[in-house]
Each structure stands twice: as structure tokens, then as C-alpha cells.
């Protein structure tokens, strides 16, 4: 039982080994001298405005769980686009169509009603 684990523990022995080996040649063969444009804080080529506690508009942290929500409920059907020709060949291919176009359907349901109630508007 053990055993089985000894692949995990490797991938993590490596996975380490790899990582601590580019830290260290990063910090062998890296700039040593400190300036003040690399000190600076980057922000996509825009010099930085206002402070870092500006606040945000709720709108804005909806828009991202929503876009995660979406995400997610979209990844439900890469396994089941795999699987569909599957149960196709043992005789459930109607009752997984059908439970998947409700899914599809409570989600494009749920993105109508996101939509109407602008929340997708985070300006």
C-alpha cells in the first residue's frame, strides 16, 4: 500500500530538486545591484496611481465570481462530451442527453438572469 505513494514522493523530491535548482542559479547569475527603476513597482507600463488601499466596487468582485461560477459549471462538459459516445454504446445516451441539456439549460437560465439584473456591469 505503501508502495504505491513512492511515485507521489518522487514527483515532490523533483519537483523540489527543480525548483531550488533555478532559485539558486537565478541567484548565482542574477543583477547584484539595486536601482530605483528596478525597485519600482510595475503595473503593465503605467507608472502606479493612488494608493494600494483603494477600494473596488462590489461590482467588480461579482463579476469574478461570476465568471468563476460560469467557468466551472462549463468544465462539467469536457468529461461528459468524453463520456457521452460511452453511454451511447450501453443504451443511456437519451438520459444523458436529456440530463445534460437541463444543465445547459439552468446555466443559460442563470446567465439570462445574471444578465437582465446587470450584473455584469462593473463600471
Do not use: T
Request: aromatic share 18%.
Amino acid at each position: 500500500m505503501i508502495s504505491s505513494y513512492v511515485p507521489i514522493l518522487v514527483l515532490f523530491v523533483f519537483a523540489g530538486l527543480f525548483a531550488g535548482a533555478f532559485l539558486g542559479i537565478s541567484a548565482l547569475l542574477g543583477p547584484k545591484k539595486k536601482s530605483h527603476a528596478g525597485d519600482s513597482i510595475y503595473e503593465c507600463g503605467p507608472a502606479p496611481v493612488g494608493g494600494a488601499r483603494e477600494r473596488f466596487s462590489v461590482k467588480f468582485f461579482l463579476v469574478a465570481i461570476l465568471f468563476i461560477l460560469f467557468d466551472i459549471e462549463v468544465v462539467f462538459l469536457f468529461p461528459w462530451a468524453i463520456l457521452f459516445r460511452q453511454f451511447v454504446n450501453e443504451g443511456m445516451g437519451l438520459f444523458v442527453f436529456v440530463e445534460m441539456a437541463v444543465f445547459l439549460v439552468i446555466l443559460v437560465l442563470g446567465y439570462i438572469f445574471v444578465w437582465r439584473k446587470r450584473a455584469l456591469d462593473w463600471r
